[in-house]
């Protein structure tokens, strides 16, 4: 077997691996309101008594937050997203994406990520502000620069398996 072929088998078993691992299959979570769950690989931990906050397997620095928060009728997720982002960009950190979205299970919102200090040093903030119906998302990931792209599709895989208590 050529080494390209052998490393190309590799890195896709590795990447099957990997995918398993992220799917909707891991653990799942409900809030602790009862209003949403969500899906994480197995092997993340829980991090703090009320269930929203996890950590990765191999960074304790490596945190998802997924929890439900207040929704007003003058809620304006858009607006909500450049107060923060500006707040951020003024202390002079860079703005990374800044997005509106339409996710499965109904939910709409916005999504941004930004660069930020963290109690270890430098990280990156990954955001999602989602409502559907009279629920409201919080979703945030937050890493170090050297494992967020590493880390990014299990945040991202756990946002999309939100689904609100009645539609499971």
């Not at 269930?51 to 945190?63: E, K, L, S, Y």
Request: net charge negative; aromatic share 10%; proline share 7%.
């Amino acid at each position: 077997m050529k080494t390209s072929s052998l490393l190309s088998f590799s890195t896709a078993l590795l990447l099957a691996a990997y995918l398993a691992a992220c799917s909707p299959g891991g653990t799942h979570y409900t809030d602790p309101q009862g209003r949403i769950t969500f899906s994480l690989p197995p092997d993340w931990q829980l991090a703090g008594g009320n269930g929203t906050r996890f950590t990765a397997p191999d960074n304790p620095r490596v945190r998802v937050r997924i929890n439900t928060v207040p929704l007003s009728p003058r809620d304006n997720l858009a607006e909500e997203r450049d107060t923060w982002l500006d707040f951020h960009r003024e202390k002079g950190f860079e703005v990374l994406v800044s997005e509106t979205r339409e996710l499965s299970g109904g939910f709409s919102g916005v999504e941004y990520a930004h660069t930020m200090e963290a109690s270890f040093g430098k990280a990156i903030a990954h955001h999602f502000l989602l409502v559907k119906d009279d629920v409201k998302v919080a979703a945030q990931f937050t890493a170090p620069p050297d494992a967020y792209r590493r880390h990014l599709p299990v945040f991202e895989q756990a946002v999309r398996s939100i689904q609100t208590t009645g539609d499971e």
